[in-house]
């Protein structure tokens, strides 16, 4: 327990609660299981290691642990422990894990630790929401980036002297290596810096420059389309805060 009344330690169960664990033991009922001879308190850091090599640190070991543990404090546990026991395992059910950025594992023993995981299922239209606070998740940050989006892929297609065919992919690609991520999961508070992108993207398309180096009719029409861009742009972006 910290200074502050806080508990940081975690229990660790010697023989683990869950089967298929190198440390499970099938005879061992659940009384034994969760009693103060099969519980060690460790700080998270060596929770984690111990889960993580199960081979290294077997039962016999664990148990010689907690041993010497208790003789090098001259003081053993005593039955009140039992209250923060019970208040450490009470947290397992109540786990919340944020802005993390490796990889996860709760009740680890036997439990498979991977840095991607690939869902396979039998339904083809499963699909996955985007998170909330991202551009996919606001109906009208994400209608209007997907209109640009599709400006610039017809101004690209229709580029005078392209020699092969467009590739639309090329301008989701683009989004990605930029911001990090797919367009739809793109944080909310990168909307103004993303249309910007999209609007200068549009604006270099072989096409619109050379509708602007022509002065005819098919560039007013260009013209007539980007001001109306323009007004939605910053509307939208008056809208979200990002200009005044």
Known sequence: MGKNGAIIGEICHIKVRNAGGERYDPHQNETERQGYDNLLLLCPTHHRTIDAQPEVFSVELLLDMK????????????????????????????????????????????????????????????KILPPAGSIGADGDKRGYVKYLIDRYIQFAKAGPGRA???????????????????????????????????????????????????????????????????????????LSGAIA
């Open 164 to 238: 092969t065919p467009f590739k639309p992919a090329i301008i989701y690609t683009s989004i990605k290596r930029e911001f990090g991520a797919q367009w739809e999961l793109v944080s909310l508070t990168r909307f103004a810096e993303l249309c910007l992108y999209l609007d200068t993207r549009i604006r270099k398309t072989s096409s619109v420059r050379s509708m602007r180096r022509r002065d005819s009719r098919s560039f007013q029409v260009s013209k007539s389309i980007f001001v109306n861009t323009e007004n939605k742009l910053d509307g939208l972006l008056r």
């Open 67 to 126: 041993a010497r543990a208790e003789a090098d404090s001259r003081e053993p546990e005593r039955p009140e422990d039992a209250f923060f026991a019970a208040a450490l395992l009470a947290k397992l059910g109540n786990t919340i894990i944020t802005e993390n950025k490796g990889n996860i594992a709760i009740n680890s023993p036997g439990a498979v630790q991977t840095g991607t995981l690939i869902f396979k299922t039998m339904n083809n239209k499963t």
